[in-house]
């Protein structure tokens, strides 16, 4: 894939950029080295205040840097600047609770027969972050923010379609005050993210994107025995029962469904829908995903811009059409718009079974598919029939059966009355063929770092 800008609303590609020499990756690497040997010796009071300085930047910079954004992968200004806050936020939240994070914990002296005895987390080193384009500044800050503020340094491998984004975040740290090297980008493809990884100065890596990119840097990364955390992709149920706020399950479905124009890993994508509710929940989620504004993803009225690639498009297209001929009923949506530009219409799909694509494959793009269901026990599992475990959302007021769906989801989220959204506070993360690993939270934090067991004796 080509390092470029090319504008999703238009088709026009506006820069290209030639990748990295080996002679600059050289640099890079031996750059991150020094500054990961430095900042393992700086406070968290020194690093809390560059990343506050990071997070104050951010929000200078929220209006050139949304543009960009949304130049280059089509999501909506307004969605591009709440991300750029959200960032901010998420880089205060770390230098507030880093070091309390990262306390070192006692331990029972006597126990183990020491004079005195803990545990103390510290920095592995240079970690390399395989990042996707659809939160092209969230992905990387909710990665970079932790493992700074940890005193590990980064090297960012970002999406070939941000490389103008991809700039910006390698320059944030180092003008926030960070040693030069903390953190830097790579304008590399991704056929050259291996000799990246097994390189001896890298000591993890963390990659966000799909399925195939996890399962070969996590082969590289086995191969070299280096410690990875993966966040690859979802097919989130969103589950209606008979006690939901049937409106307001519909008008958050929608949404759930096409927020960063469809393209979120959390994003709700199969809708399982009691019986009992079923008619008007499907009635009322179809009119508002038919209602949405597709456009100009700069224009304030737009509600959902274009998808980020040609190819992502066509996928869509191949997955609604595999749907289609094998029987599945269109509710709404379902064809390509007319005009330049990679856009698709909010979908909604009825009568898809598991002789159909979608109803394994996840779909990036806003393409929903609705099912009855006649009980909880049917809906429960209908929600875990999937090779993905990665978050899931339930309406519902009773209480027996909301202990039974938090128990029983198989995922790394469980959202009640709501949609699924990250938060620094709460973990972030998958299981199944979503990945391993977990951000944000203290967990996120600790992942990269070495938690060495102190032992004294007389
Ligand atoms: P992708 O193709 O896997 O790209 C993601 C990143 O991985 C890009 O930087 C890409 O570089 C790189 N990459 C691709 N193939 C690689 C390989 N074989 N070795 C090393 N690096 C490789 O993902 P996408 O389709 O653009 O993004 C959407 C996917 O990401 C969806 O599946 C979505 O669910 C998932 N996602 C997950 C989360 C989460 O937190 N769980 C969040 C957001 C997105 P190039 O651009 O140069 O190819």
């Known amino acids: 894939m080509a390092i470029a800008t090319v504008d999703p609303a238009t088709g026009v590609v506006e820069r290209t950029f030639t990748p990295m020499s080996a002679a600059d990756v050289e640099e890079a690497l031996a750059r991150a080295a020094r500054a990961a040997a430095a900042l393992r010796r700086t406070s968290f009071a020194e690093r809390a205040a560059w990343m506050r300085a990071a997070a104050d930047l951010l929000e200078a ?6 543009a960009t954004m949304t130049r280059e992968m089509g999501k909506t200004l307004a969605s591009a600047e709440a991300e750029i806050r959200k960032s901010a936020r998420g880089c205060r939240f770390y230098a507030e609770h880093a070091e309390a994070m990262l306390a070192p914990e006692p331990v029972d002296a ?26 092209p500044v969230w992905q990387v800050l909710r990665f970079a923010a932790p493992a700074l503020m940890a005193g590990n340094a980064g090297l960012l491998k970002h999406a070939s379609n941000v490389p103008q984004t991809a700039l910006y975040l390698g320059a944030l740290f180092a003008r926030a005050g960070f040693p030069a090297g903390a953190f830097g980008t790579l304008l590399i493809g991704s056929a050259d993210v291996e ?3 097994r390189d001896d100065r890298v000591a993890a890596a963390t990659l966000t994107g799909s399925e195939a990119a996890g399962r070969s840097v996590a082969r590289i ?5 280096k410690k990875t955390v993966l966040e ?3 097919s989130d149920p969103f589950l209606v029962l008979p006690s939901a706020d049937v409106a307001r399950a519909a008008a958050t479905a929608v949404v759930a469904r096409c927020q960063n124009n469809g393209q979120s890993c959390i994003a709700a994508k199969r809708f399982i829908v009691h019986t009992d509710v079923y008619d008007e929940f499907v009635a009322a989620f179809t009119r508002g995903m038919a209602a949405l504004r597709v456009g100009d993803p700069a224009d304030p009225g737009t509600d959902v811009g274009p998808i980020a690639t040609e190819a992502g498009r066509a996928e869509l297209e191949e997955l609604v059409a595999d749907a289609v ?6 509710l709404t949506g379902g064809y390509r718009p007319a005009g330049p530009g990679w856009f698709y ?3 909604v799909l009825a009568g898809v079974d598991p002789s159909m694509r979608l109803y394994r494959e996840e779909t990036f793009g806003p393409v929903a598919t609705v099912y009855r269901v006649a009980d909880l026990d049917e809906a429960l599992d209908l929600a875990n029939a999937t090779a993905f475990g990665l978050g899931a959302a339930v309406w519902t007021t009773d209480d027996a059966d909301r202990a039974r769906c938090v ?3 198989e995922c790394g989220a469980v959202t009640v009355n709501g949609m699924t959204v990250s938060y620094p506070q709460l973990p972030f993360g998958g299981i199944k063929t979503s990945g391993y690993g977990r951000e944000l939270a203290a967990a996120g934090i600790r992942e990269f770092c070495n938690l060495k067991a102190v032992w004294i004796g007389q």
């Open 61 to 66: 910079d929220v209006a050139t840097l949304a």
């Open 110 to 135: 006597a126990a183990v027969g020491a004079v005195s005895a803990w545990s103390v987390y510290q920095p592995l080193g240079v970690v390399l972050a395989v990042m996707p384009w659809n939160f």
């Open 195 to 197: 000799r990246v990884l």
């Open 221 to 225: 990364a086995g191969d070299a025995l």
């Open 232 to 234: 690859l992709g979802g």
């Open 325 to 330: 001929a094998n029987g599945a009923e269109v």
């Open 345 to 347: 219409p909010p979908t």
């Open 407 to 409: 128990a029983e989801l």
